[in-house]
């Protein structure tokens, strides 16, 4: 069953993040269902969700309240354009996003690259309302990662995305990353954050003229495989940009609802930005939706009935209502769960599990922040990620790490014996790489 499903998808459908040869010895694993972290295939085999089904999944897989919202919705409006139109899902989703990060404008989208292209094009585009347009250039971090349309590409610093694609993008910028991993002996993670500030400042003191907007992934930086940073840079950033009349845009696209501790990574800095990416967890998982929200000050300057003052951006599945009510039952569930307390019991309870990971000698750089953990491996295995993935697979458990970096982020509802699955199962996937590294090692000594 898995291996005839498994094989007609690799004939017709084009599977994103590997390149197509390498399913020929490792079928895509065909599910048939999921249940809260549970993920069952075709044969009821079932796999522990260990990264949230690509970091968007929250409460666990057909949550009852977001499918009862769903499904209420489906019976009222479907899909309505949001041009000329409104409806009560996007008005609401709206205001509760206001009264929850204090910026009052939301622009809706359904990735969080078409996030991305939004923030940009409105960012560059209050400057020339204003009278500034050479102010079109941006800059990131270092490994920073903001998608993979041509537009968000040229903000997103990850080789392996853009190389192909460089001639099509007006490539952005790059500051050093504030990665608490660059510590210098005695060095704390804020003294890294505090010289990557610098850094930044030095940039924009000389090209802040030409630039609209520093554009950062909040205290992790995940694509690049969870680089951890001090909140501190955030703090510098914004002062920083303050001084320089630079837009800050903070994509939360991953680290947003709850996955750093506090509702969004930026509020750890007690920061206002001016923009805000939300997708991934937004919806808590069940459907795409991303939104942008920005400030009264960037929306006064496009204010007026001028087309070409006014910021015309448009998808056709905008504010799309089933995904609007997808996420207001996301929200209810933080609201009735107290789910940032909650997690943070569970997130104990999961690096007590972890200990074993965390103390052992091939892990180096350990690292968590709220329900994120991740280990850097000391491997010379050159396809780690993939020989850890279908290791990890055999004992029930789904994890791709990210080059050499492992990574777990779980959805918020792990119970006991799920914590000690991923516990147990995520030490014998390594054990399993390093005895094969041991096996391949041996067998080039021999040759
Ligand atoms: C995943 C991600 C994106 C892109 O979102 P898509 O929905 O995959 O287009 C952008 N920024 C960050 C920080 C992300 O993690």
């Not at 939004?118 to 920073?144: C, D």
């Not at 501790?261 to 923009?275: E, K, M, V």
């Not at 492992?406 to 014996?417: G, K, Q, S, T």
Request: a negative charge; aromatic letters at 8%; proline letters at 5%.
């Amino acid at each position: 069953m898995t291996s005839t499903l498994a094989h007609r998808s690799m004939a017709a459908v084009w599977h994103p993040c590997t390149p197509m040869q390498r399913h020929e010895a490792a079928p895509p694993l065909a599910i048939d269902r999921a249940s809260g972290p549970w993920l069952y295939d075709t044969d009821g085999r079932r796999y522990l969700d260990g990264i949230s089904s690509w970091w968007v999944n929250l409460f666990g897989h057909g949550h009852p309240h977001i499918r009862a919202a769903l499904a209420d919705q489906l019976e009222r409006l479907d899909h309505i354009l949001l041009a000329g139109c409104t409806h009560a899902p996007v008005v609401e989703l709206s205001e509760r996003l206001a009264a929850l990060t204090g910026l009052g404008h939301a622009s809706y989208a359904s990735d969080g690259a078409s996030a991305t292209e939004i923030a940009l094009k409105m960012s560059a585009h209050y400057w020339r309302n204003l009278g500034r347009p050479e102010k079109n250039r941006f800059v990131g971090l270092a490994g920073g990662y903001h998608g993979e349309t041509v537009g968000a590409l040229s903000v997103t610093d990850v080789e392996i995305f853009r190389s192909a694609y460089a001639p099509l993008t007006r490539l952005s910028a790059t500051v050093p990353s504030p990665d608490a991993r660059h510590a210098l002996p005695g060095e704390s993670a804020a003294d890294v954050a505090l010289r990557a500030a610098a850094a930044l400042e030095d940039w924009l003191q000389a090209h802040h003229q030409e630039t609209a907007a520093l554009i950062v992934e909040p205290l992790i930086q995940c694509a690049a495989g969870m680089v951890m940073y001090d909140a501190v840079y955030l703090r510098q950033a914004r002062q920083l940009c303050d001084r320089y009349q630079v837009h800050l845009v903070v994509d939360e696209i991953a680290t947003g609802f709850g996955r750093t501790g506090r509702l969004f990574a930026h509020q750890q800095a007690s920061i206002t930005p001016d923009f805000i990416c939300l997708s991934k967890g937004l919806t808590g998982g069940t459907l795409p939706l991303s939104v942008v929200l920005t400030t009264d000050t960037v929306y006064q300057a496009f204010y007026g009935t001028d087309a070409a003052r006014a910021f015309l951006h448009s998808h056709s599945y905008t504010g799309n209502p089933l995904a609007c009510r997808a996420a207001l039952a996301t929200l209810d569930l933080f609201a009735q769960r107290d789910a940032l307390t909650t997690n943070q019991a569970m997130a104990a309870q999961i690096s007590a599990a972890f200990a074993p990971l965390n103390t052992h000698p091939r892990v180096r750089h350990a690292r968590h922040l709220g329900m994120v953990w991740a280990w850097d491996i000391d491997t010379d295995l050159p396809d780690f990620a993939q020989r850890y993935h279908h290791a990890a697979l055999r004992h029930g458990l789904l994890l791709r790490p990210i080059g050499r970096t492992l990574y777990c982020m779980p959805p918020y509802v792990l119970d006991a014996p799920a914590i000690a699955h991923l516990g147990r199962a995520s030490l014998a996937a390594l054990e399993d790489c390093l005895q094969q590294e041991a096996a391949l090692r041996q067998r080039t000594e021999a040759a």
